[in-house]
């Protein structure tokens, strides 16, 4: 995986920081959708596995029985504690554990991460500090921009948006549609494209010069945007893939963007007049757009127009 370096990120999250960012979602799962998971069907213990991790699993089941509290109820007293415009150190640590409990994995990161910028001690147990400062560590957009730019922005939460609700029916499909993947030449041919190339190369030379800005501001063009749809999706339409699982994979892929705007709405719902940074894969970003752009009071900025809107 490409390396993320925080201060070649700096002119990013300072372009983000122009938009005075009132919320901040990510591409993770919701606490609801975990409980629901836990209780679910046997598939998805392998998506929780991959997706939220054993580890943070075990912890916050700990967190729960040492707080005697349900996950519902730790969701619920975490709310409150975040809403608050002054947050002290001793709150913060109670909010880290709260949302350990109530499976909010990145919003106890986050107030981990104010913790370490005024370097105050701390009475979590050694288990989820050892954890914390491993996550922490990690080489990923949540961390190094979305973390940062709630910092920078003194935003107390992180929200999750995230769906995969699908992933009951989605390793089916996966195992009709595979053979087909090595015989294609379609994606043989996609995998030489410009759509591949271009940000491979952007990326080899962010890690060289530090210019991530490049990278960011490509994957947000409309050129690359019109480069997902034909490229890639129609790859599933059109080509050399067989029709009937190609189409179910594009539904599966339809139900989770739907699912993961519909969270987004619960975000906008929650910060009317707000303005919403969301971070996520860049796959996604062009169908949120284009459901985004139908929904009633929602105003779309473009990464590469912030500047001309910092004012609105």
């Known amino acids: 995986k490409t390396p993320l370096d925080s201060d070649s990120l700096t002119p ?9 960012p009132t919320a901040i979602a990510i591409e993770a799962l919701r606490p609801a959708d975990i409980i ?37 109820q730790a969701i619920a007293k975490m709310n409150v504690l975040v809403a608050s415009t002054s947050i002290l150190s001793e709150q913060r640590e109670q909010i880290i554990r709260l949302a350990v409990a109530a499976y909010d994995k990145n919003t106890a990161l986050l107030h981990w991460q104010y913790l370490a910028e005024i370097s105050t001690a701390t009475k979590l ?5 050892i954890y914390l400062k491993e996550l922490s560590s990690q ?15 003194d935003v107390n939460r992180l929200y999750p948006i995230d769906d995969h609700l699908d992933k009951d029916i989605y390793p089916e499909v996966i195992e009709d549609l595979m053979p087909y993947f090595e015989e294609s030449t379609s994606i043989s041919e ?18 060289k010069t530090g210019n ?29 893939l067989p029709v009937k699982p190609s189409l179910a994979r594009i539904a599966l ?21 707000g303005k919403i940074v969301i971070v996520v894969g860049a796959n996604h970003k062009v169908f949120f757009e284009d459901y985004l752009s139908r929904m009633v009071g929602v105003n779309l900025v473009q990464f590469n127009n912030i500047d001309a809107s910092k004012a609105d």
């Not at 596995?49 to 509290?69: I, R, Y």
């Not at 996609?190 to 890690?207: C, G, T």
């Not at 892929?253 to 007049?273: C, F, P, Q, T």
């Open 12 to 20: 990013i999250i300072s372009k983000l920081q122009m938009y005075s």
């Open 139 to 153: 080489n990923n957009e949540v961390n190094q921009i979305a973390i940062s730019l709630a910092i920078k922005s």
């Open 212 to 240: 991530w800005l490049a990278l960011y501001s490509w994957i947000n063009s409309e050129a690359y945007k019109e480069q997902v749809i034909n490229d890639e999706w129609r790859l599933f339409i059109d080509k050399d």
């Open 253 to 273: 892929w339809e139900v989770r963007n739907l699912n993961m705007v519909s969270n987004i709405m619960r975000v906008v719902a929650k910060n009317i007049g």
């Open 36 to 72: 629901s998971m836990i209780n679910g069907a046997d598939e998805y213990k392998s998506v929780l596995s991959q997706f939220v991790g054993d580890t943070f699993l075990s912890l916050a089941n700990e967190e729960q029985k040492s707080l005697a509290l349900t996950p519902n």
């Open 190 to 207: 996609l995998r030489k494209s410009e759509y591949f190339i271009k940000p491979m190369k952007l990326q080899e030379q962010a890690v």
């Open 125 to 129: 147990s050694s288990a989820l500090q």
